[in-house]
């Protein structure tokens, strides 16, 4: 197969829209536990309670004494997981059982499901199964149960941490992590592994810096070689991967906390951890720390991040902007169709020329007023203090170009959902 002209892109899902279907399946064992009130655990400094803070533990509301039996997990991937709780209030029945989890914890993104009650095994059930949210494998489950009682007494379950496992092709499966990160790969030499371990912590204290902190969970970096594509694409819904040219490279999601990437055959593993897994790790970061509507500004923004760049973003820049095409800050800079490394590579240089010419605290000051509704040509004028016609010409002298912007035009309406994010690491090299 000739991979010489697909254009790339990635479409990122965050529907959250979910169905309620009860099943029995069949679980293994947890833990069993009698368990009273506990007290509330203090809040982390940073009001965030993420990850590596651990899981919360279980306190009640009122004063019922609560018997907390079997308690399970059994994750089905790709058909979804269950749950299961047994649980007693001393002040009667229990009228309501819900089970709540999340996959990146302290990026404020939770879902839920109500339980019933299964009279013959004397226990609370609830199913969740994949519609068009379907989440990837590896991902990390989160969870407790709220449990009330016909008294209105309350019960909140310790949180427990379970894995999304894709059970049928475990062994099959790579897999390292660090404290910045949890990769899983498949199909794929296992340097990939160790490779983004070290990509994610050679940047950790740049991310921090230009964020003002670090993710509060660890992005979960689920790769596939190119002869794991049926897997991949059960992994994304059983999408067609190809479509009409454009291949879905993959997809990033703060909601499940990850990146899942297929890479082409032949592709570089160093590349995949340095360039694409802290270009997609940055859109984390954007939409953990700011608010994004993907264009160039955005996508420039995680290719800032690259540490294996897909060539010499300036002097492409100066090439661009000395073309008869109207590049401009106003007319913005193609994400996709075939001058789609308009919007990634020249993007890329704003960002560079930002942080070079007012230091990287610029980076989290400027995203800091974009977090707070400033719009974005106020927020540049705001930090660095020179008008946004000024700055763009700065940049520009910067790029080696001495000429005005071309007269503004207003820009185009973007093709794409607004949760697209064109991948730049896998360019055409045909195109
Ligand atoms: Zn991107």
Redesign the pocket.
């Known amino acids: 197969m000739t991979l010489s002209r697909l254009s790339v892109r990635?479409v990122r899902g965050i529907c959250v829209a979910l169905l309620l279907v009860m099943t029995v399946a069949a679980f293994s064992l947890g833990s069993v536990a009698l368990a009273q009130g506990t007290p509330t655990p203090a809040a982390p400094e940073d009001g965030v309670h993420g990850e590596l803070d651990g899981p919360l533990p279980a306190r009640t509301e009122g004063d019922a004494e609560w018997h907390i039996g079997e308690r399970l997990y059994q994750g089905e991937f790709p058909d979804g997981f269950s749950f299961e709780i047994a649980a007693e209030s001393s002040a009667g029945d229990i009228t309501s059982a819900r089970v709540v989890w999340v996959h990146s914890p302290g990026s404020g993104t939770q879902r839920s499901r109500g339980a019933e009650f299964d009279p013959e095994r004397g226990r609370w059930v609830a199913h969740w199964e994949p519609a068009s949210n379907q989440v990837p494998p590896w991902v990390l489950v989160r969870y407790h149960w709220e449990l009330t009682d016909e008294q209105g007494n309350r019960y909140i379950t310790a949180e427990k941490d379970e894995v999304y496992a894709d059970d049928s092709n475990a062994d099959r499966w790579g897999h390292a992590e660090s404290e910045d990160v949890v990769v899983h790969w498949l199909a794929l030499p296992d340097e990939v592994g160790q490779q983004t371990i070290d990509a994610m912590a050679e940047r950790r204290e740049f991310y921090r810096q230009a964020w003002g902190g670090l993710l509060p969970y660890r992005p979960r970096v689920i790769l596939y070689g190119w002869t794991a594509r049926p897997e991949y694409e059960e992994a994304m819904g059983n999408r067609p991967i190809l479509v009409a040219g454009t291949l879905l490279a993959g997809t990033?999601a703060a909601d499940w906390g990850g990146t899942i990437q297929i890479a082409q055959p032949g592709s570089d593993t160093r590349r995949i951890a340095y360039g694409t897994v802290l270009?997609?790790v940055a859109?984390l970061y954007q939409h953990q720390f700011t608010r994004v509507t993907p264009d160039w500004f955005?996508?420039g923004n995680?290719?800032f991040f690259s540490m294996a760049r897909s060539g010499d973003y300036r002097a492409y820049a100066r090439q661009r902007l000395q073309s008869d095409d109207p590049l401009s800050f106003a007319a913005g800079f193609a994400t996709s169709g075939e001058n789609f490394r308009d919007g990634y590579w020249i993007g890329t240089t704003v960002w560079d020329y930002l942080v070079e010419t007012y230091g990287l605290d610029a980076h989290r000051r400027l995203w800091e007023l974009i977090s707070q509704n400033v719009p974005r040509n106020e927020a540049i004028e705001q930090v660095t203090g020179v008008s946004i016609e000024q700055f763009e010409m700065d940049w520009r002298t910067w790029i080696g170009v001495t000429s005005l912007p071309p007269t503004l035009i207003p820009s185009p309406t973007p093709l794409f959902d607004p949760f697209s994010?064109?991948?730049?690491t896998f360019p055409p090299s045909g195109a």
């Not at 994010?421 to 730049?424: N, S």
Request: proline content about 15%; glycine content about 0%.
């Open positions: 990635i990033t270009h997609e859109h955005i996508e995680a290719e994010f064109p991948t730049p």
